[in-house]
Nanobody, 117 residues
Framework: QVRLVESGGGLVQPGGSLRLSCAAS????????MAWYRQAPGKQRELVAH???????NYANSVKGRFTISRDNAKNTVYLQMNSLKPEDTAVYYC???????????WGQGTQVTVSS
């Protein structure tokens, strides 16, 4: 059973930065494709950023140039560095893993990010 635990959310002013972390356990982390999603109130959950097991990345257009996804396989952790935050980035951010062998998916419990002055 894979367990994903997100941390790092909080309240930040527009233009500020936050770094989210997602610590994984119960799996060979280096084989997992990892992603960050977010869900704002009344909206569908959407992909923010993805990093493959080999390190390739892709981003939603709305966050390109502002957010950076990275992973540390030695620490079983994926990060989302968020800069130049906007009020529209306010959402619950979820970590997702997809096993590279059997495509099993797991989700974390989510962490709230609020961008407001």
């Amino acid at each position: 059973q894979v367990r994903l635990v997100e941390s790092g959310g909080g309240l930040v002013q527009p233009g500020g930065s936050l770094r989210l972390s997602c610590a994984a356990s119960g799996t060979i982390f280096s084989r997992e494709h990892m992603a960050w999603y977010r869900q704002a109130p009344g909206k569908q959950r959407e992909l923010v950023a993805h990093i493959g097991s080999g390190g390739s990345t892709n981003y939603a257009n709305s966050v390109k140039g502002r957010f950076t996804i990275s992973r540390d396989n030695a620490k079983n952790t994926v990060y989302l560095q968020m800069n130049s935050l906007k009020p529209e980035d306010t959402a619950v951010y979820y970590c997702k893993s997809t096993n590279g062998m059997n495509l099993t998916v797991y989700w974390g419990q989510g962490t709230q990010v609020t961008v407001s002055s």
